[in-house]
């Protein structure tokens, strides 16, 4: 503990001794940057202070709560882990109302709910439906979490659909592949029940999952899953129709230390290789590595997975200061050599950082939301 506070206290040090723009409040953290040809130059991170207090608080109640035994001290977590209630009626800054879903079903695991979100005015045709999964390694937070909750907002406001946001069961309580049965089990019950608990009328032929981080990894192995073409697949696919993914930042990995996940250790916020090993461990299960299919999706050590013919077209978000980009752009390769019957739109953010979305301060934040919602709109006028 001494020594995980120890390094808190000197990443505040260098923080603190960065340049500061009075006015702008921001922060230049000046950043080891490999060339091409192997040298080094300096290349810079400006970040709000606000911003960097907040990642600061979350990344050391992070490392506090991840205990060496493997298991996850919630209660300190929850110290810096605010929560946010559902709101029946429309919330001021986005005019958006949520309300929480109890998810039923023969297959749905006790206590698996869903936060709904509902965009400002009444639709005058079904909505699409955008099926959420939160990030955090597995491990943390949650629907209710403030951030997500705060996000699946502006996504319902701008993207004029209705977002389900899955509270999906945590490792290491529930390692795999329990994340991705909540998540296939959301869907089962949204065909079962023609979306009838929603509050708004949703076309399911319309259907896109999307997720953060961890979340990101959730959707595409629920899509895998739900558009497997395998003769024995249960999924009523042909009623909740997946139009696209979209996955920001996605969490992926395998045994190799990519490029990126070494340039970036130790300087890049957020995300490092001893919290990523932690989570992986946490969730993959018991002795398995990191080339198992649900981390290693790119096939340098693992079989590529065999994707359906109706998996959807993909958008795959990847921040140039995110220690997981290498593996964010081999996955947009892979699905673009696999999957040639659907469209891969690769975004790049070249200054942002890991889970910039939850920060609105940040302008990536407003312009991927844009982004999502050219994507969505070119996939409903093909779909």
Request: aromatic fraction near 10%.
């Amino acid at each position: 503990m001494y020594s995980i506070l120890e390094t808190r206290f000197r990443e505040y040090v260098d923080f603190s001794c960065c340049f500061c723009k009075p006015r702008a409040l921001i922060c230049e953290h000046w950043l080891p940057w490999m060339t091409e040809n192997g040298g080094e130059r300096r290349k810079k991170i400006a970040l709000p202070w606000a911003v960097r207090l907040q990642v600061m608080a979350l990344t050391t109640a992070c490392d506090l709560a991840q205990r060496r035994d493997g298991t996850v001290n919630r209660f300190l977590f929850s110290l810096v882990d605010r929560r946010a209630r559902a709101t029946s009626r429309p919330d001021a800054a986005h005019g958006v109302s949520s309300a929480d879903v109890t998810i039923d079903g023969a297959r749905a695991a006790k206590g698996l709910w869903a936060r709904v979100f509902s965009p400002p005015s009444p639709p005058a045709a079904p909505l699409p439906v955008v099926v959420y999964f939160h990030g955090g390694g597995f491990t943390l937070l949650s629907a209710a979490s403030a951030p997500m909750d705060a996000l699946c907002r502006r996504l319902a406001r701008a993207l004029g659909a209705v977002v389900v946001s899955v509270d999906y069961r945590l490792a290491p309580e529930h390692p795999y592949p329990a994340a991705y049965d909540d998540g296939e089990d959301v869907l089962g019950y949204l065909a079962a029940t023609n979306a009838a608990s929603l509050p708004a009328p949703v076309d399911l032929s319309r259907c896109f999952l999307a997720g953060d981080s961890a979340g990101g990894n959730i959707a595409h192995h629920v899509a895998h899953r739900w558009t497997s073409d395998d003769p024995n697949n249960p999924n009523p696919k042909h009623v909740v129709q997946l139009a696209g993914i979209i996955l920001l930042q996605p969490y992926f990995g395998g045994e190799e230390r990519t490029g990126s996940e070494i340039s970036l250790e130790g300087v890049a916020p957020v995300v490092n290789m001893r919290r990523s090993d932690w989570s992986w461990k946490a969730f993959l299960p018991l002795g398995a590595d990191r080339n198992h299919e649900a981390a290693h999706v790119t096939g340098e050590a693992e079989p590529e997975p065999k994707l359906g013919e109706s998996f959807p077209p993909a958008m795959v978000v990847v921040g140039g200061f995110d220690p997981l980009k290498d593996w964010q752009r081999r996955y947009a390769v892979m699905l673009e050599r696999k999957n040639r019957n659907a469209a891969v739109r690769l975004v790049d953010f070249p200054e942002a950082i890991h889970g910039f979305y939850m920060f609105p301060k940040l302008p990536e934040a407003g312009e991927v939301v844009e982004k999502v919602r050219a994507f969505i709109e070119t996939c409903t006028a093909h779909h």
